[in-house]
Nanobody, 129 residues
């Protein structure tokens, strides 16, 4: 399993911005062979997919509720995956998790299925008021 460490969470007012970062320590595959996802979980709710990116080709995927507001990116040299969140809304509040899956998960259409991911970070809290 790959090791993932998130950072960048915090508390902001509605309309504000935050940038989350996930540091990736590859184990089995090189950094360019992953489908990296961001998920979030609000209290009392299930963990849901937010966005994903293929670390090799840079293909990007978003859930409809964040399109146009969030942007996922990766830095191959730094081995990081970031989530720039703009226009934050109270409903974006939750714990945000970085997760890793094999490359085929993204390109095969399964990027939003949390069961496809086998490595998870500890999460970082985002609160929008």
């Amino acid at each position: 399993h790959v090791q993932l460490v998130e950072s960048g969470g915090g508390s902001v007012q509605a309309g504000g911005s935050l940038n989350l970062s996930c540091s990736v320590s590859p184990a089995t595959y090189t950094f360019k062979q992953y489908c990296m996802g961001w998920f979030r979980q609000a209290p009392g709710k299930e963990r849901e997919a937010v966005a994903a990116i293929t670390t090799g080709g840079g293909g990007r995927y978003y859930v409809d509720s964040v399109k146009g507001r969030f942007a996922i990116s990766r830095d191959v040299d730094q081995k990081t995956v970031s989530l720039q969140m703009n226009g934050l809304k109270p409903e974006d509040t939750g714990t945000y998790f970085c997760a890793a899956a094999q490359f085929r998960v993204c390109v095969g259409g399964g990027w939003s299925d949390r069961d496809e991911y086998n490595s998870w970070g500890q999460g970082t809290q985002v609160t929008v008021s």
